[in-house]
DNA sequence: CTCTGTGAACTTGTTCACAGCG
DNA sequence: CGCTGTGAACAAGTTCACAGAG
């Protein structure tokens, strides 16, 4: 797992036991199909209705054989010497992210970050929506934020499990994050996206994600470190990551 | 691999012929050496100057055989029978991710994020200085964002170049990504992170990162939708998360 | 004859378990 | 004797290369 990735723990992702609906991916493959979807729709967006594994591979930044491979996981939707139905590809993998349901989603702590979230139109296009926010400073609640208004931390468990809430998103300083995720889990959320810089321990059934905006940057000044040295060959994009193969355009 | 995984092309990261300076460490270590060091950090706050891979893989939410080969990998620091000394071990990191030397990091892009990536502390106290921040919008040239003037995307060649910056963030719309990476690399950056939700392509010897709010919400989706289901055991925790293993609070 | 789907080879990453240093 | 450092076993992920469907 990338930015990822990589890190984490041992994801054991999801064991067996699947009908045909919830086929049992690999995390890295799960990891990859958002990518896959991306590209899906803007080939739409561009008029398009088929695509070859060469073709989606390229514009998901994948090599072709990784492509069909993690196709393959959801069961045959391609056809033999044409390529995919891109609209039937769509339907499939967003049933298999479970995307056709709509989630709405909690988001702690409104600083920079927390607004800058807030407004991300991104969640929206994707399907998530944010439905409730908080935070523990007084000064903040009650404050409009793209529409919503910011309540306090307390009213927290009651607005979650009022809302049937299962996703909640945590931008908070790292000191404060380890209690949100608690009273968060208390009140019914199973899976949190943490911005913190911080681990959380959660009980099992719960999932975390983790995104440190630090961390990346560690990582790419390691391999700036390394070509700046001369050393090796060094040039790896990794978790997550985008570059193409073998261009040299600049 | 994994958040990404983490995705990405083969991710080389680094071939040999390795000085003793530039050990030829594997992509998933590299990942998870700043999680080390920031934990490493807390605990010299903590005033503790001492700490056993037990105590250090679990404040970073690995496990301990993990961690001693990551830290193997940088040379022995550690002694036996007792552990680590953390003030070395911090140095140690930090030369090899070449956070001894200060960085300038260009922002290009600020609309909510970029506003919000341009205050976050936690670049600067990892020793990465956002030193310039561009946009396209001429509404926003000259607007001041904690403490920066936004210059328009035009002065960005001459900016890049003068100050000798090797890394950049985007944090623009998707379609404006990709020529803010071609400019940013025709002035000599070499390292780019990227926020908007688009694969780019980039010449070789250029690493690209890329951060997709949204993907990391629709993996939490699949596990989700999975567990709703009762199907299989879900329940894992991919890359760059940060569940501590076995534990059953809440 | 093209392009998918997939076994098999290979590479990378993780975990185990223990030798041996301090 | 506790704890690091590491070979060896294992697991996951990637790539190759090709059979065979359309």
Do not use: W
Request: aromatic letters at 4%.
């Amino acid at each position: 797992m990338s930015q990822q990735r990589s890190g984490g723990e041992a994801g054991l992702s999801t064991r067996n036991g699947a009908g045909p609906d919830f086929p049992d991916l690999p995390d890295a493959t799960v990891a990859r199909l958002p990518e896959y979807l991306r590209s899906l729709h803007q080939m739409l967006e561009a008029g398009q209705d088929t695509t070859s594994s060469e073709g989606l591979a390229a514009a998901a930044g994948v090599n072709s054989a990784k492509l069909r491979k993690d196709l393959s996981h959801l069961g045959s939707y391609g056809t033999r010497g044409v390529g995919y139905d891109i609209t039937r590809l769509v339907e499939q993998i967003e049933h298999v992210l479970g995307l056709t349901i709509h989630r709405g989603v909690a988001l702690v702590g409104l600083g920079n970050l927390g607004h800058a979230l807030a407004g991300y139109a991104g969640f929206a296009s994707r399907g998530f929506e944010i439905v409730a926010l908080f935070d523990a400073d007084p000064a903040r609640v009650g404050e409009m934020v793209h529409g919503l208004a910011v309540r306090h931390i307390d009213q927290l468990a009651v607005t979650v499990t009022q809302e049937r809430i299962a996703i909640g998103v945590i931008a908070t300083p790292a000191r404060a994050a380890q209690s949100v995720a608690d009273q968060l889990v208390a009140a019914g959320v199973t899976s949190i996206l943490n911005f913190a810089p911080c681990v959380l321990s959660v009980p099992e059934g719960v999932d975390v994600r983790k995104v440190d905006l630090a961390v990346e940057l560690q990582i790419l000044s390691f391999h700036e470190h390394r070509k700046a040295n001369g050393n090796g060959q060094a040039n790896g994009v990794a978790r997550g990551s985008a570059a193409r193969p073998g261009e040299v355009a600049a």
